[in-house]
């Protein structure tokens, strides 16, 4: 791989990008809308640091907040031709040095971590005589986190907890939790354990009291980034500043808009302050939004806009760099159930329209919304990845796919290239060349072990000389950060879980009052963050966002649910189903109704010139009142062998080819597969499995055709 040159490095910046890289030195705020690219930002600036000889490597340190990102990170600065950076999570770092410091600080090994608080947090619940089931356990063990992430001890949490607008779970006063936590820690000490949280604080203590261990650490790293800064807690800003010392070459990175995990202690007052801590330091406003449509964007502006054309949160205006698209929607449903199902339909008419299942997500803002969607993403046999379940790397087939690579790795001698080996390797594990017929567990299988198929893909594609054993160093490298590869399914996520990702297709569901703002929310800051959650979702979307709400939780219920107040401010661009009930007749009353402004005009009909409404409409050319310009023998012919291939399969007719994609391959009768291609519902899937055999039914009709013209 030919290494980037500065001048390379810098010319694949735009000039706000550009900024930020050739600033390698002091304090800089980077203050970066979402899709605005700054990830590529931050690794170029690494990047150009390095191979100006500006920074060594080994002595950068990169911050982020999950081991996704961090390996991203670090895939990314490799591209790039550096090596030596060291790109972790703020537990990562601070575990590492721990583990290494710990017996020159105390004296022996260092304890262990425990993987959950349940235990301890449930011992000291006993001890105490306190009787709570297990949900209050958890959300216990959350209220010990976030306290001790404030840097508030347990005999200063009441008046903490009070100054926060703080309600204890599980029915506590503010006495008892301040118990609860000083009897976990005793617990704790007796085991000789250490949690998650205490990585971080026992570390801070050590760098306070041991300059010697401080220095030591300063020597190793001189420069830092952090990214996603508005997520940074009290506990993590006073470890980086011991990291730091009197220094400040330090670059952070952030978007006050996206500011949603308050409730867990972070704090946007670090990024927003940041330059009155460090005066002078450089200032950068990525808004060239590289993600979503001008659609999309203009939508998530408008979600922040408040009185008076002001912007909320401190944030930036996006402008989008994409051509324009489609206008994002917003439906409302009778119930629950039917926002579940029309959400699954679209999500099959837009499979059957050639997307990708990896390209679409459907967000909600409680994971309890997910099981009537997962029920009707089954029904229509839709793969599906539940964000938050089991990791991929934990998956018993993916094990078992590593260890075969592993063997292979020996043997192999480069006769044959890496992308076909792989495949040959995993088979073992029970990998096929076609996916099944049914999607379930067997489905999930197939996806993650041609997700390992994937990577070796792109791993053959960056370096065609890699070979079994670089695949398997990735692979041991993506696991340790658990940075796993892309597997194919439609993925569903709250909006929290939703951060830091995009798709092409967005199903943003429940977009009602007391979801969105969920209920629990009653002060205005509780309330301003549940606006900026819905600004997270909407901006996941690259291409396609669809918005829903339901009338009603239960089928037959009453509707009393109202659209989100949050998308009043965007009613003009999605119409009457997004604005509530008073402010609906305020806009009939002032004439509302009007196509949104920037809306694409729908496709219109070859035969008569009106618009084509519906889905199945703009596939075949024409509407549903013009009469048909196929041959209707040949779509005979074409349902008959739908019919024979779905039963074979055994899936439903439809699922091989919808009546309009028929309809639309017997009009234009394609003769290429780059015809076939270019109809709406064969997407590249589809193609692989029916092409040939699509092509020559047409093929021999005409034959038939001609023959008895003769």
């Known amino acids: 791989m030919t290494v980037p040159t500065p001048d390379d490095i810098l010319a694949a910046l735009d000039p706000e990008q550009r900024a930020v890289a ?293 944030s930036v205006e996006l402008v989008s760099q994409r051509p324009a698209g489609t206008a994002p929607t917003c439906t409302a449903h009778e119930d629950d159930q039917a926002e579940a199902r029309a959400v699954a339909a679209a999500v099959r008419a837009g499979l059957d329209g050639g997307g990708s299942a990896s390209s679409i997500a459907v967000l909600f803002r409680t994971n309890g919304q997910s099981e009537a969607l997962e029920a009707a993403l089954a029904e229509q046999e839709i793969p599906y990845l539940v964000r938050g379940g089991e990791r991929f790397f934990q998956r018993r087939e993916v094990r078992e796919a590593i260890v075969l690579l592993r063997g292979a790795a020996r043997s192999d001698d480069g006769s044959v290239p890496l992308p076909e080996l792989v495949r040959d390797v995993i088979i073992g594990a029970g990998w096929s060349h076609r996916p099944p017929h049914h999607g379930g567990a067997a489905r999930e299988k197939w996806e993650s072990l041609t997700a390992l198929a994937a990577l070796a893909d792109d791993l053959f594609a960056m370096s065609p000389q890699s070979r079994i054993a670089d695949l398997v160093r990735e692979l041991d490298e993506r696991a340790a950060s658990q940075h796993a590869p892309t597997v194919e399914g439609v993925t569903l996520a709250s909006l929290h879980a939703a951060k830091g990702l995009e798709w092409e297709t967005v199903h943003l569901v429940g977009c009602s009052d007391g979801l969105l703002p969920i209920s629990m929310a009653e002060t205005p800051e509780a309330i301003e963050e549940e606006r900026r959650l819905l600004y997270v979702g909407v901006t996941r979307a690259r291409t396609e966002l669809a918005l829903t709400w339901a009338r009603s939780r239960s089928v037959g219920g009453r509707g009393t649910r109202r659209p989100s107040r949050f998308l009043e401010p965007a009613a003009r661009l999605l119409g009457g189903a ?100 270019a109809i709406r519902g064969v997407g590249a899937r589809k193609l692989e499995l029916y092409a040939d055999e699509v092509l020559t039914l047409l093929h021999v009709g005409e034959d038939q055709s001609s023959t008895s013209d003769d």
């Not at 009930?581 to 509302?592: D, I, L, P």
């Open 22 to 314: 050739q600033s390698s030195s002091g304090p800089m705020v980077v203050l970066a809308g979402a899709g605005t690219g700054k990830t590529r930002a931050i690794t170029h600036r690494m990047a150009y640091a390095v191979s100006t000889g500006v920074h060594q490597p080994q002595r950068v340190l990169a911050l982020t907040f999950t081991a996704r990102a961090a390996g991203e990170m670090r895939t990314r600065l490799r591209g790039l031709g550096v090596t030596g950076v060291q790109a972790r999570t703020f537990h990562a770092a601070a575990l590492r040095q721990l583990h290494y410091f710990w017996p020159q600080a105390v004296g022996g090994p260092a304890p262990e971590v425990m993987p959950h608080k349940a235990g301890a947090l449930a011992e000291a619940l006993g001890r105490l005589r306190l009787d709570v089931d297990r949900t209050a356990l958890r959300d216990l063990a959350s209220e010990v986190e976030w306290a001790k992430v404030a840097l508030v001890a347990p005999e200063g949490y009441a008046a903490a907890a009070r100054a926060a607008r703080r309600d204890p779970p599980a029915g506590l006063d503010h006495t008892a939790m301040a118990r609860v936590m000083s009897t976990y820690e005793e617990v704790k000490a007796e085991r000789g354990v250490m949690d998650f949280e205490d990585v971080l604080l026992v570390l801070l203590g050590i760098l306070r009291e041991r300059d010697d261990i401080a220095r030591t650490i300063r020597g190793q790293y001189r420069h830092f980034v952090v990214d996603e800064f508005q997520d940074v807690s009290p506990l993590q800003h006073a470890l980086l500043l011991e990291w730091l010392g009197e220094r400040t070459d330090l670059c952070v990175v952030g978007d006050p808009a996206q500011t949603i995990y308050s409730f867990a202690g972070a704090s946007a007052d670090f990024l927003t302050g940041f330059t009155s801590r460090y005066p002078g330091a450089a200032v950068v406003h990525l808004v060239r939004n590289y993600r979503s449509t001008p659609q999309v964007v203009n939508l998530a502006n408008a979600l922040l806009t408040g009185p008076g054309g002001t912007r909320r949160s401190g």
């Open 578 to 677: 997004a604005v509530g009930a008073a402010k609906a007749k305020r806009s009939r009353r002032a004439g509302a109704g009007s196509p949104a402004p920037g809306a694409g005009r729908r496709p219109t009909c070859r035969s008569c010139g009106a618009d084509l409404a519906t889905g199945a409409e703009r596939t075949v050319g024409r509407c549903a009142t013009c009469p048909p310009t196929h041959d209707q023998a040949l779509f005979e012919r074409l349902r008959e062998w739908r019919s024979s291939t779905a039963k074979e399969a055994s899936v439903p007719a439809y699922v091989v080819f919808t009546d309009a994609t028929l309809t639309a391959i017997a009009e234009q009768q394609p003769t290429t597969h780059g015809e076939l291609a």
